[in-house]
């Protein structure tokens, strides 16, 4: 069984650069299934429902180094951020015209 080691994107509801934990979760064994009676996806995989949360990526290699776990690291891809300010809306070389 392969662990993943990632750190989770923000969700939509968070702003800012706060701390971020890594997480080593496992990857699924066998295929999702849908119940026919009610239409319910289930699994037989247990592991499945594992998240482990830890505060460096050294502390979640180790873990699973320690443990005997297969895994592989995702890295987080850097923000792209633009920066403008304010007086950018007034420059006289603008790229879109100002329009009002």
Do not use: C
């Not at 998240?51 to 690291?73: H, Q, S």
């Amino acid at each position: 069984m392969t662990a993943r080691i990632y750190k989770p994107a923000k969700s939509a509801m968070q702003q800012g650069r706060s701390k971020q934990d890594w997480t080593l979760a496992y990857e699924p064994e066998q295929p999702r299934s849908i119940e026919p009676l009610m239409g319910w996806t289930s699994s037989g995989d247990m592991k499945a429902q594992v998240r482990l949360t830890f505060d460096t990526k050294d502390e979640a290699i180790a873990y699973a180094e320690r443990n005997g776990i297969a895994y592989r690291v995702e890295e987080p891809k850097p923000h792209k951020r633009r920066v403008l300010s304010y007086s950018d809306n007034f420059a006289p070389n603008r790229v879109v015209p100002w329009s009002h």
